[in-house]
């Protein structure tokens, strides 16, 4: 941990982060790019105490708590702040209804350590939900310093249930029920009720030790307690409330979740490259041209949108600093997670996004989670084998993918599959013609690029008539 560090007074002024309102004592905001927080004068002293721990220095060193010192002379939000603090910036944030199973398991293991380590040396975390969690690339970070506060004699761990609510019983959904957690999250940010669990369990798993446990005893509280006016915290701290009671229960949750395993089986896509003969034949050439692409541009971030396997995020990795592979599959992209997390990767950040319904705003007034152009800006855009999934596959218009492309402001590399390959078919095989969009057609594609791009390279595949195409914005 470092020492308070004066910094140059900034000119340029804060920007509160839309997302970081809802505790009263600390504010996220930028300045000139940088990440910081502003604290009150409880949180300042927390922050005090929390740099005299043991585990925080030794989490922060390990890469599994957000790099973070304190600062003075930077223009801070309106409000009465005593102190600042300056954050190692995450690459590209993600929210958890972007993640895989395994991603949203990783968090919550990586809460409950530190949640442990904490209690050790009597602090606790007041918060336990996954958006205080991101990933840089595969390897989850905890980002919410404000979180930690001391742990008074008495007091019990007042995020059990939001851990419950948007860490294990998402992670249950998608074991016991077969129900994906994401579409959850999305529709509600709390996550399912103990009594939303409890009717969705079937009589074999509500006996289970771990349901019985964290369900049904919950869901009888949250029936008893529903319109109660009750000072519950209160009471269990009169009754001699112990700490220890707090430890055996998070020792237990990370038993628990590390007990739950989705065994997924085969999907669309995780045997797409060994079942289809184009992607071995094709692998190599594609390969060669984006490896001229960014050898003449070297980009920094590079977005590789239908990565499948990671084969040429793995590539663009070589180059960028960042790269997003983006796949609406969940299979293959927690598959590809899984091997990108044992190696250690903070390069390549997999993240669950469907192209034709990307993630909204969401949040209060839709701008607490923001849409993924609002989180990153790429310098290169991979489109191999994508134009026609949402052309032919999901009906949207060529002109618009074109021009949702143009609006990023990257360079491009796009694959046109042309009408008459055997994927266009198999996308279209039970649709009549009339249900296909006209304009699927190489000449028409050639002219809406030259309303927004030029063409600065391009070459045949081997075989079938597909094409790679070198894009730049047109200014």
């Known amino acids: 941990m470092t020492d308070p560090t004066p910094k140059p007074s900034s000119a340029s002024p804060a920007s509160p982060d839309p997302g970081?309102?809802?505790?009263?004592?600390?504010r996220v905001f930028t300045v000139d790019g940088q990440i910081?927080?502003?604290?009150?004068?409880?949180?300042?002293?927390?922050?005090?105490?929390?740099?005299?721990?043991?585990?925080?220095?030794?989490?922060?060193?390990?890469?599994?708590?957000?790099g973070t010192e304190l600062v003075e002379g930077v223009a801070t939000p309106p409000g009465d702040w005593a102190g600042i603090l300056r954050h190692d910036r995450i690459p590209i944030v993600s929210y958890p209804y972007e993640w895989t199973f395994s991603m949203l398991r990783d968090a919550a293991l990586l809460q409950l350590d530190l949640l442990d380590a904490?209690?050790?040396?009597?602090?606790i975390l007041k918060d336990s939900t996954p958006y205080n969690v991101q990933f840089v690339g595969a390897r989850p970070v905890f980002i919410d310093i404000g979180s930690f506060e001391p742990l008074e004699p008495g007091d019990i761990w007042v995020g059990y249930r939001q851990f419950l609510r948007q860490y294990l019983y998402p992670l249950m959904l998608r074991v016991y029920v077969g129900i994906?957690?994401?579409?959850?999250?999305?529709?509600?940010?709390?996550?399912?009720?103990?009594?939303?669990?409890?009717?969705?369990?079937?009589?074999?798993?509500?006996?289970?030790?771990?349901?019985?446990?964290?369900?049904?005893?919950?869901a009888r509280g949250e029936r008893r307690y529903r319109h109660t006016a009750r000072d519950l915290r209160s009471e269990f701290r009169q009754a001699g409330f112990k700490k220890e009671l707090i430890q055996?229960?998070?020792r237990g949750l990370r038993r628990t979740v590390?007990?739950?395993?989705?065994?997924?089986?085969?999907s669309q896509w995780n045997r797409y490259a060994d079942e289809c003969a184009h992607v071995a034949r094709d692998r190599n050439p594609k390969s060669d041209f984006l490896e001229r692409v960014m050898a003449a541009r070297s980009p920094s971030v590079v977005w590789d949108l239908g990565a499948n396997d990671g084969h040429f995020s793995r590539l663009a990795a070589t180059v960028a600093?960042?790269?997003?592979?983006?796949?609406?599959?969940?299979?293959?992209l927690d598959d590809l997670y899984r091997v990108l997390s044992a190696e250690g990767n903070a390069a390549i950040l997999p993240m669950l996004q469907d192209l034709a319904a990307p993630s909204p705003g969401l949040g209060w007034r839709g701008r607490e989670r923001t849409p993924l152009e609002h989180r990153s800006s790429p310098d290169l855009v991979l489109c191999f084998a994508v134009i026609h999934h949402l052309v032919v596959g999901r009906n949207v218009p060529l002109r618009q993918v074109v021009d949702w492309l143009a609006d990023l402001d990257a360079r491009v590399i796009l694959e046109w599959v042309p009408p008459d390959d055997p994927m266009v078919h198999l996308l279209s095989v039970n649709k009549r013609p009339g249900e296909i969009h006209a304009d699927y057609d190489e000449t028409v594609l050639r002219s809406y690029l030259a309303d927004r791009f030029v063409i600065e390279h391009e070459e045949p595949l081997p075989e079938g008539g597909r094409r790679l195409l070198a894009l730049r914005p047109a200014r």
């Open 20 to 26: 970081s309102f809802r505790d009263p004592g600390n």
């Open 36 to 66: 910081y927080r502003a604290l009150d004068d409880l949180n300042l002293e927390t922050w005090h105490a929390l740099t005299r721990t043991r585990f925080f220095g030794e989490q922060m060193v390990r890469g599994r708590i957000v």
């Open 118 to 123: 904490a209690l050790a040396e009597d602090m």
């Open 180 to 218: 994906p957690h994401q579409p959850w999250a999305r529709g509600d940010a709390e996550g399912p009720t103990a009594e939303h669990m409890e009717a969705m369990l079937s009589a074999r798993d509500r006996v289970r030790k771990a349901a019985l446990l964290h369900v049904t005893l919950p």
């Open 248 to 250: 055996s229960n998070v």
């Open 258 to 266: 590390e007990g739950l395993h989705w065994e997924h089986g085969r």
């Open 321 to 332: 600093e960042t790269v997003l592979a983006v796949d609406a599959d969940e299979v293959v």
